[in-house]
């Protein structure tokens, strides 16, 4: 099992960057791909960002492609987010998740995703 906790949200204005941070508890961390999911005020969840167990492959929403990053350091049992040239649309809670499947195929689907993080508010003024 793992449990995830986010951190690094906040209010940014439009342009501006930040740095999510999910920290994993337990030594499986580095068997799973983790993703970063995203839920806006009345819009259902989404795929924004996956990176696989090895941090070798990626894969990202076309939106957030050359704006946003995704890796991990797994000493560290970390997980993070690097957001570029935010949007006002970007606005959301932001969650990081572990994906229980090796397949990248299935990372885009919120079902892949067997533990999930409380969620970190990000907030962008136009």
């Known amino acids: 099992q793992v449990q995830l906790v986010e951190s690094g949200g906040g209010l940014v204005q439009a342009g501006g960057s930040l740095r999510l941070s999910c920290a994993a508890s337990?030594?499986?961390?580095?068997?799973?791909?983790m993703g970063w999911l995203r839920q806006a005020p009345g819009k259902e969840r989404e795929f924004v960002a996956a990176i696989s167990a090895s941090g070798v492959n990626t894969d990202y929403v076309d939106s957030v492609k050359g704006r946003f990053t995704i890796s991990r350091d797994n000493a560290k049992n970390t997980v993070y987010l690097q957001m570029n040239s935010l949007k006002f649309e970007n606005t959301a809670v932001y969650y990081c998740?572990?994906?229980?499947?090796?397949?990248?195929?299935?990372?885009?689907?919120?079902?892949?995703?067997?533990?999930w993080g409380q969620g970190t508010q990000v907030t962008v003024s136009s």
């Open positions: 998740a572990a994906a229980q499947t090796i397949y990248s195929s299935t990372w885009r689907s919120s079902g892949t995703y067997a533990y």
């Open positions: 337990g030594r499986t961390f580095r068997y799973y791909p």
